[in-house]
């Protein structure tokens, strides 16, 4: 397998130049202004990325969950934050485990009876690192005083210790326009930086205000409070990153798209073809579909969970059974979730295959 | 891991009691009808299941794709089925490894050009078994003359042979009501069965009809012209399945749900609770949303790749984070395609972990 062309289909590709490009411009606006740089690994979930990272200058790596990070840890990825909080006797067993072998791995917290289970499990070693998880919608505490108050009871306790606050607002990520964005994640890490102030002022430390997204970073890496931000998408970008707008009130072009699906044609019934890539080729979480690469006015349309159709009605171009047609991904991180490994290309020729040997590591 | 609390979340659960009935129902529905079962592994990718499948009278097992139906001959399923054309030389070539491997290989086809480079490839051994794919709203090619050509065509070259026609009709399956959906299904089997006599007529061999699904059992297995079936979604079903209505007007009930997700409640901002089951969970390519067993009057939003959110203003249950919440996927085979293992439960012992082999094997 050499080249594009012998590429089993259904496939994942990665565009190497373009990815590169995005990590350089990333790691170089952040450099600039002072910011950690700890891009989300939940992105990509593949330690060869996780180490181009890192070799771009990113002081670690997030993790969703506990056993995507246990896998980065294998592979020798230091400087891990696990962004969901570890619940539950066994995954905290592991988490301190984690800890030992990683003594830098930090771990979200929201609820105080986790605290003190973390706290309790942890005896007779290094405290266990947390950052309070801040909540702008999803998971975490109000900001102010509940989390103030979160911050005191681990403060009081010998077996953790606090390291800052996790300040993600996954909305603000995808806001438009760009103003409105910027609104969003401004009024938003002021109350996680006012919250640092409070917690600081009760005589506790809380160095680190980390957040952020491929949506948010002009605004975030702007904002004297944070300390380190947490992209994940900019490295593949997909059609709803695109759509949220950038400061022009066009698409959002800060990134370039480096990742693709790869197809092949495999009927041709009158009017139509279809291709190897369905449900279990793409995500579907979008209200959009795929959209296919050198095929202007051709739509995609859903065909189950094998197959795509692709309506050649409005289309001067015509595709035989073996034709392949490559789509940008309506949304990457769950579309990667599906593949195994990623084909890393220079060009038509494949210089790597990389496994996303964290893959379905939700647990 | 003995029991259902000490699975890591999220994770995905079979209970075993529902899907041997499943089985048991529909193996002894089609042998009472003197049908041939093969049912479909798209559904499961699981070798296990695909063994005890063949245990219960199963003449074989259609794959989805040549890399799932490799995984199933490694395990020692025979009588295979690859259901999507094999495009390209590496997957003709692969293709005719697997028939010389395992002899009873069956692959379908719908195009001339397809035909001739199989039949290329295949020189010196056994012919390779075909079957001509008839479209009905996705892959395949016409009922009626354009099928007989083809017929003619395979007929004609020496290292192809037809074993008949692959009359799959994806959308009749969901069709609604019941009787809309005997009636898609018989005019469409109808059309198949005259393409055998036709192609019969014409001295070629065509002794296999093969098609149906979950949703059409009932009527195929009536129909005198279809010599097997190949349902797939009866042993696990979701809430997909139970929309498309029974013979009585109500929920589909002919086979029970086995299958579940189950998650962990990890965060509990004011009104809800957030679980740890979102896009890389659940598949998401239905318009409905996970269904949670034992909360009635709660609703399942999606948050987002990583979480779910459960809306707890209606209801008088709390949740606490470490609660568990199971859900009945809005659709089996996508969901399944995201894991990597399928606990099977007793009750709530965990009786076996089975590997989905080919989870992602869609090449």
Known sequence: ????????????????????????????????????????GKTHKCPEIATELINAGAIGICAARLSEAEVFAEHGIRGLLITTAVV????????????????????????????????????????????????????????????????????????VVLEGLQSY??????????????????????????????????GIGCRIVTGGSTGTYRFDSENSGMTELQPGSFIFMDLDYEQ?????????????????????????PPGFAIVDGGYKAFSTDRPFTPRPIDLPGV???????????????????????????????PHCDPTVNLYDQIHAMRGDRVEAVWPIAARGKSQ
Do not use: C
């Not at 996954?170 to 640092?196: E, L, Y």
């Open 169 to 202: 607002d996954g909305q603000a990520a995808h806001t438009t326009p760009f103003q409105a964005r910027g609104d969003r994640t401004n009024g938003n890490m002021a109350k996680a930086i006012a919250t640092k102030a409070m917690i600081e002022q009760d």
């Open 88 to 159: 539950g006797a066994d995954k905290i067993a592991r988490a301190i485990a984690l800890a030992r072998n990683v003594p830098d791995t930090m771990f979200v917290v929201d609820d105080e009876h986790n605290v003190g289970a973390i706290n309790g499990a942890a005896a007779g070693g290094e405290p266990i690192k947390l950052l309070i998880d801040l909540y702008f919608g999803r998971t975490g505490i109000e900001p102010g005083p509940p989390a103030v108050r979160l911050a005191k009871i681990i403060s009081s306790l010998p077996n």
């Open 1 to 40: 397998m050499q080249f594009r062309s012998d590429i089993p289909t259904p496939a994942l590709l990665l565009d190497l130049d373009a990815f590169e490009d995005n990590i350089k411009k990333m790691a170089s606006h952040l450099k600039a202004r002072n910011k950690g740089f700890r891009p989300h």
């Open 299 to 329: 739509a995609y349309g859903w065909a189950g969970d094998e197959h795509g159709r692709l309506d050649l009605s409005t289309s001067s171009k015509t595709l035989k059974v073996g034709d392949r047609v490559e789509f940008i991904p």
């Open 244 to 268: 949220i707008g950038g400061p022009d009130g066009d698409r959002y072009r800060d990134f370039k798209n480096s990742l693709t699906v790869i197809t092949t044609v495999v009927s041709t």
